[in-house]
């Protein structure tokens, strides 16, 4: 393989998953900063193809990192130190749910869009305060556990690749054939329900939950005269007062 294809493959996985010894997970998460950081700084210091080039490679990145913490570390660590410090988890989740919507809107904007610029330059100053948080935080709290950090290493970089193969961390413009392809899918299924309502009807509920089918009422007999009674109640005059 030509060392630049090489490179490149290497850069878009990160080292964890390029032969390199496996990483702990404080050591997956710092080298995740420092690229982030690193992309950012190009970002700011680059103008044209350069800077739009940049801007791909930094969501990447963060998609991946973020679903490593949130399947992975956070949950875990949390087990141990969650109970001392609920809102330190509860504020890195906001910070990240935050950044996630900056970047489904970069995702879905070119980069000569008016204020995607403005938009990637924000995100990189809420991503910053969020790696600062989790540096004098939440690391320096996993150091003091018990928690098998070379293990969870090993976990999160499988995370990682997989969200990295699976496209999430693509942005649209790579993702657009996909989105099309599936988006006809579903009209073309959308169509086959309308002419098949009964099918439709025979699913399970879209939203997951599992409802209980309706009780089918059982008709109960009605005893001799109850009948002729009430129709006697009905006829019954409203007696005047
Ligand atoms: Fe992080
Ligand atoms: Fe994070």
Redesign the pocket.
Known sequence: MAGGTFSTIKSFFGAETSGDAPKSALEM?RD??ERVQRLFEEFESSEGAERRRVVPNALRELVA?TAM?EEIFYPRLRRKVGADDPSMFDEALEEHHVAKVLIGELQNMAPGDERFDAKFKVLAEAVRH??RE?ESKMLPRAEGTDLDLAQLGQEMARVKERVQRSGRARPRSERRQTARDGARASRSSSAAERRSPKKRANQPPRSGRTSKPARKRRARPVASGSRSKMRGRSRAPARSR
């Open positions: 998460i995740g900063h990192h913490e969020h790696i989790e």
